[in-house]
């Protein structure tokens, strides 16, 4: 199992750009990724006491732990390359307040972004980054 595993809702397309924006900012290849919707991702989820049928968070598995939310973004921004790590001082911001306004993102998502009907197509390289 990867050190750190993004579970994401895989007919998203603010999910899936997220997906897209980790992955060429992680040169390291420290995240893995795992649609809610796979066998892979749903198992990992459950693992974790997580309804992989609530498509309403983005998840990071790691180190044994399930983060969620807000909480989960700041981990990843917190690793990536570049000078995205700054916003992992959001934080500083109280929980409740960070996750109302993930919550508003995440329940307007698909109007706002829409979705799609097929799984993410990869890029060359990427596919080993994928849990199926």
Known sequence: MPQAVVLFDGVCNLCTGAVQFIIRRDPAGVFHFASLQS?????????????????DTLILVEE???????????????????????LSWGRLA???IRD???????????????????CLLMAPGWS????Q
């Open 94 to 96: 109280p929980r409740p």
């Open 39 to 55: 066998p892979a991702g749903a198992a990992l989820a459950a693992r974790h006491g997580i309804d992989a049928a609530a498509l």
């Open 64 to 86: 044994g732990w399930a983060y969620q939310r807000s909480d989960a973004v700041l981990r990843i921004v917190a690793r990536l390359s570049g000078r995205w790590p700054w």
């Open 128 to 131: 080993q980054r994928f849990l």
């Open 100 to 118: 109302w306004v993930y919550g508003w993102v995440a329940r307007n998502r698909y109007r706002i972004f829409g979705r799609r009907e097929e």
